[in-house]
Each structure stands twice: as C-alpha cells, then as structure tokens.
C-alpha cells in the first residue's frame, strides 16, 4: 500500500488521507481546514491536490470514509463527485442530510452516493478491507482499520478518552491490537496544552451543577448544539439543580435526531427539564420551516416575559436577540457559563461583552498526552503516523515508537 496525507501532516484539521494499492484508492476524512471558518472564501479555495476526486473530473478514487460531524474531517463533501461512494456512520448521515443544511453556507450533499456503514463493519473496496471502529469524541465518531492482506492500518480520526464512551477507543486498541501504522492524531501536543489533565465529562457535568445550585441569578450557557455529550451533562445538571433548560428549536431538531440515533437518548418532548424560546435567526428559521422542523413541539414553547419574570429558574442555551433584550429589561446580572474551546473566547468577539460574567467549565474532545501515551502502549503499533498536529517531530520521543513524519502531498511506500 501506499499513503499520501493531502492535509493535516502540519496542523490541526483539514484532514485528507489516502490508502492505495496498485488497484484500489480509498481517502479518510476530505476536510477544510480550520482556518476556512475565519476566512469564509469559496469552498473550492480549499480544495486538496487528490486527483479523480472532484465533480468536475473523471473519478478515480473507489470510496471515501468519513469518521465524524466536524468540518475539518468532511468539509469538502460537497465538491465530490456523485459517483464516488461515501461511508459513514447513521448519525453522521442524518446530521448532514438533515442538520447541516440549516446552517448558514450552501452546505448540499444531496447529489452524493452514501452509504451507512455500522460500528465493527467491515467494508471490501477493491482490494482493500476498511473496518469502522467506533471511538470516543463526538456522536458515533469511528477509526478506520484497513488492510490490504499484507499491511494493516489504524487511523484513529480525532480521539479521547475521558468521557464515558471512552471505553469505545480503549476497545479500539485490544480489538486492533499491533497495526503495521497508526495513522494518529495528535491535537494536544502543542505546548501550550501539554500540561494538564484534562476534566472528564462527568466532572464537568457536577461542575456546572454546582454553579447552578449556588446562584440565584439566570444563567446563560454557550455550547454546540452538536455536542451529545454537553448537552446530556447540562440537561443532568437542570435536573440536579431544578433549573429549566432553554433552548431553540436547530437544538430540538438535534436531540430529536440524537433520540432516533441511539435509544438511550430521549427526545425533547420526554425532558420536563426542557423548554423551546423560538425567536432565533430568521434565515436557519425559515429553513426549519420549509424542513418541517421549526414548530415540532409547540407545547414547549416559552416566552421571554415568561423568563424575565422568575429569571434564576433557567440556563439558557446563548442566543444574543434574547440576551440583548433581556439586558435592556433590567436583567444585566447573570452568569455565563462558557462551555466551548477556550480559543474561541478570543477569536470571536461575541463573548468580549459577557466576560466579567464568565464561568469556564469545558472538558476537550481531544485526548490529553498521558492518554495518547497510554493508548499508543496498548495498541501498540510498529511505526505511527502523526496527523491532526502542529508537532509531528515529538511523536518519536514522546511515544518512543518507531514514528515515520510526512509531509501534505507525498507520498510514502508502506
Ligand atoms: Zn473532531
């Protein structure tokens, strides 16, 4: 087999890899890189050297496998051509389908060949065999292990193991124990984050609890919707704390979507914990309506009078038009609970007038080195890959495996 990273060999995000053999090509992950959030240029700037892969050539590459719901791992979907099968899991499936195309951009996928692939599948693409691996970082994120009966890959996509589907990527590592490579991100070995060990979801979710239970003030929480987890550790926390979880209807459509994706998740209308203020932007509204999944649970519906009469009785999901309006009627004591990654806080200036209300209570969705390190002992592979990083050149020392560094557009022999 032979490997070429399109991206992702020198920074996080924007992941491309491709596995070929003399008859097959396959890519993991076609994503934008991290940058294009910032830089909002045409799709088709960010666009990899991988020939035979867009719509506007003849298609040369077998199948593409997507691993989970972050942009920079499926981002250029839209550009690919309609006859090169796509693989991913249901949620994944749905979300983009259904979710994405609510959001602001002109995200469409409807041309695209997609099949859903199951936790532990095992898929024949020409000569090559992909299997996904289910793992820890965002809702039904899988690993691919891929081989071509001589050579046996891992590539981990984005991981971690601190929450409590981390038992997923500990699996990974007894069920595909010593891999020729591991393809493996390495996010959080930039220096900065070295140092910490990071929180688990559970602590998060006693931590937010506790802030709730200690203040008599209305509380506001900044999260992505996407976040399965957060969500779940929020909504735990207004149970424990007898608040009511605000949210807005793009938020319902995902719990709606989450409760169909996994029966262990309820849908909005079994929360009693949960309500629905429906004054959001118009533009992702009107395409809720058209969709049929704006006023999906009208019997929840709040009113912002209704808030401002009780306030310390809520935590509501961040939504600048309520928060404007509630700060002109006399409600400028609150607490913001900021539940994101803390780079946003200064890239974005949305959050400059909330920050002497601030409350960070955040845990990553990327694993923390001591349990990459761990990771990397109990896989234990013959030569790593780095990818997702801005440290290629450590992997060798800090893991003290065999690590083989490349660079975006070469390729290597495996
Ligand atoms: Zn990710």
Not at 196 to 221: D, M, Q, Y
Not at 263 to 276: A, E, F, K, Q, Y
Not at 287 to 309: G, P, R, S, V
Not at 320 to 346: P, R
């Amino acid at each position: 087999m032979k490997i070429c990273i399109y991206r992702g060999t020198s920074e996080i995000g924007g992941n491309s890899v491709e596995l070929a053999t003399e008859k097959t090509r396959i890519l993991l992950d076609i994503g934008t890189p991290l940058s294009s959030m910032e830089e909002n240029l045409p799709l088709e700037n960010y666009k990899t050297k991988c020939r035979g892969l867009y719509a506007d050539e003849t298609p040369d590459i077998d199948a593409i496998f997507i691993t989970h719901n972050h942009p920079d791992h499926y981002g250029l979907l839209p550009l690919v051509n309609s006859k090169i099968p796509v693989y991913m899991s249901k949620t994944l499936h749905d979300i983009l389908i259904k979710i994405q195309p609510l959001l602001p951009g002109d995200f469409d996928i409807s041309h695209l060949n997609i099949h859903e692939i199951s936790p532990n599948e095992s898929v024949q693409i020409g000569d090559i065999t992909v299997t996904a691996r289910p793992v820890d970082h965002a809702p039904s994120a899988y690993a691919y292990e891929i081989t071509d009966g001589k050579k046996r890959v891992v590539y981990t996509g984005d991981i971690r193991f601190h929450t409590n589907q981390s038992w997923k990527s500990w699996k990974l590592a007894d069920t595909s124990n010593a891999p020729d490579y591991l393809i493996m991100e390495g996010t959080r070995l930039s220096r900065a984050e070295t140092h910490e060990k990071h929180p688990t979801e559970e602590s998060v979710c006693t931590a937010i609890t506790n802030n709730l239970r200690n203040s008599n003030k209305l509380a506001w929480i900044s999260l992505s919707s996407q976040n399965l987890d957060r969500l779940v550790s929020v909504i735990r926390a207004c149970y424990a704390s007898g608040r009511t979880f605000v949210i807005d209807p793009y938020t319902a459509a995902l719990f709606d979507l989450f409760h169909d994706s996994f029966n262990t998740v309820p849908n909005t209308d079994m929360l009693s914990c949960v309500r629905i203020y429906y004054g959001m932007n118009e533009h992702i509204a009107d395409k809720m309506k058209n969709a049929n999944l704006f006023f999906t649970h009208a019997d929840k519906k709040i009113t912002k009078t209704e808030i401002a009469k009780n306030p310390e009785q809520f935590v509501i999901k961040y939504n600048w038009a309520l928060s404007d309006w509630l700060n002109n009627n006399g409600l400028s004591d609150y607490d913001f609970i900021y539940s994101m990654w803390h780079g946003y806080l200064s890239r974005q200036k949305t959050w400059d007038e909330h920050k002497s209300h601030l409350i960070e209570i955040h845990t990553s969705g990327h694993a923390d080195i001591s349990d990459l390190q761990e990771f990397v002992r109990r896989i234990n592979p013959k030569t790593i890959i780095p990818i997702h990083t801005e440290c290629k050149n450590d992997f060798e020392f800090v893991f003290g495996v065999k690590t083989s560094v490349l660079s975006d557009n070469e390729t290597a022999s495996l």
